[in-house]
């Protein structure tokens, strides 16, 4: 490959992940942020209002994402996160009726009937939706391919919410069956969550290995413009100063889909997002659920799943759009008043909660948006793009993150080759 400095612009995830894989490979890499931090939406902080250190979002890992555990062998980082028994409680709210679903127990068979056996009420039709989901095409729904029921409403409907961040009456039945086949062909359905924050596993040590490699960060530097030539990315205007691009320098635009919209004309990006609510309570003491794990997705009410971690409770409600207008005070009491008895704290009263509105969490995953995803590379030949929003072929997670980022350093690494 030849010399020259690639500038990464975007210190999410993706960013990150393209910086490592490019001074991994003896690339000068210099990597610039438009906010005071890096980890975009993965990160932690020390919350004043309830006390302690909080993650700015819920996000759950599983074994398959053999991306994101790769990453964090290179910073480090592996043994930063907490592996639950491979299995997924539920508990309905209205009913009090709890079930386990284990989706890698068994061989291949087993892991494909699992939620048809696994979920009471569940009956065998309900395995024509497998099918289905096998076949789906482009424009079809989670809904159209797995159809309404009991297993709909007891497992498709939180898991989808989950990983797609969408309802699913419109989220796109591709990206499920694509995350789905990892997990039944691997039977890799272990949960995996961070040990003490987002950024203590994902960002922090990540950014200790690039300044060892000699990559420079700037924070503070939004792009606000790049001036484009014939055929390739030539200056990057920041604020204060403007960066030329010698005709060996490359760049990485790992920024939002709209951000990345307003710098580069006529790109095609995923226009809808979908938001997410969390909220997290700070307890007396460390609580328990039922079984002893620290995950439980919720179902017959507003929360959607909950996860545990030393004193702090936290709750996650995906695809929150109608949630939005409602003040903090009130969505942190209706989440209270369902997860207290799930929690065994009924007659406790509500401790200090933080409630975290993401608007754009990611973008809103749903059929139309599929055809709106570019490709890492771009019409400009020192220029391609990261994100979870480019077309990675995964929904907008941290594995999907992570490979975009390894996806755009292959593409650059291939147009200097």
């Not at 398959?64 to 930063?80: D, F």
């Not at 990485?252 to 809808?272: F, N």
Request: charged fraction near 20%.
């Amino acid at each position: 490959m030849s010399g020259g400095t690639v500038h990464v612009v975007g210190a999410g995830l993706a960013g990150l992940a393209a910086a490592l894989s490019l001074s991994g490979s003896g690339r000068s890499v210099v990597l610039h942020e438009a906010a005071g931090h890096a980890g975009g939406r993965c990160r932690s902080y020390l919350d004043s209002t309830i006390g302690c250190r909080i993650d700015n979002g819920n996000h759950l890992l599983l074994s398959a994402n053999h991306a994101a555990l790769a990453y964090l062998s290179e910073i480090g980082a592996s043994g930063s996160l907490t592996a639950s028994a491979p299995t997924f409680p539920f508990q309905d709210l209205p009913s009090g009726l709890q079930w386990t679903v284990r989706p890698g127990e068994g061989g291949l068979w087993r892991r494909l009937t699992a939620p048809m056996r696994q979920v009471p009420g569940a009956r065998a039709p309900d395995a024509l939706g497998m099918v289905r989901l096998a076949m789906a095409g482009r424009e079809t729904t989670v809904m159209q391919a797995l159809g309404p029921g009991v297993l709909m409403e007891r497992f498709w409907r939180p898991m989808t919410v989950a990983i797609l961040n969408a309802e699913p009456e419109i989220a796109a039945a591709r990206l499920l069956r694509d995350v789905m086949r990892e997990v039944i062909v691997t039977g890799e359905a272990t949960p995996l969550t961070a040990r003490d924050g987002l950024s203590e596993s994902f960002v922090d040590p990540a950014l200790a290995v690039l300044a060892v490699r000699g990559v420079r960060v700037g924070f503070g530097r939004r792009l606000r413009s790049i001036e484009l030539g014939a055929d390739r990315a030539v200056a990057l205007h920041f604020p204060t100063d403007t960066v030329d691009l010698s005709s060996e320098d490359w760049l990485v635009l790992a920024v939002p889909p709209q951000v990345a919209a307003g710098l580069l004309p006529d790109l095609p990006v995923p226009e809808a997002a979908s938001a997410i609510v969390n909220a997290h309570f700070r307890l007396d003491a460390p609580a328990r659920l039922s079984g002893g794990g620290h995950l439980m997705g919720l179902t017959g009410g507003t929360a959607q799943w909950i996860f545990l971690r030393g004193p702090v409770a936290s709750v996650t409600v995906s695809a929150a759009e109608t949630l939005l207008d409602r003040s903090g005070e009130e969505l942190a009491s209706t989440l209270w008043s369902e997860i207290a008895p799930v929690l065994g704290l009924l007659a406790a009263p509500q401790p200090p909660g933080r409630i975290v509105k993401e608007k754009r969490a990611t973008f809103r995953q749903d059929p139309r948006s599929l055809s709106r995803r570019p490709p890492a590379r771009t019409s400009w030949r020192n220029l391609v793009l990261a994100g979870d929003w480019t077309d990675t072929g995964l929904p907008a997670t941290i594995e999907g993150a992570i490979r975009s980022g390894r996806q755009a350093a292959d593409a650059l690494s291939g147009r200097a080759g």
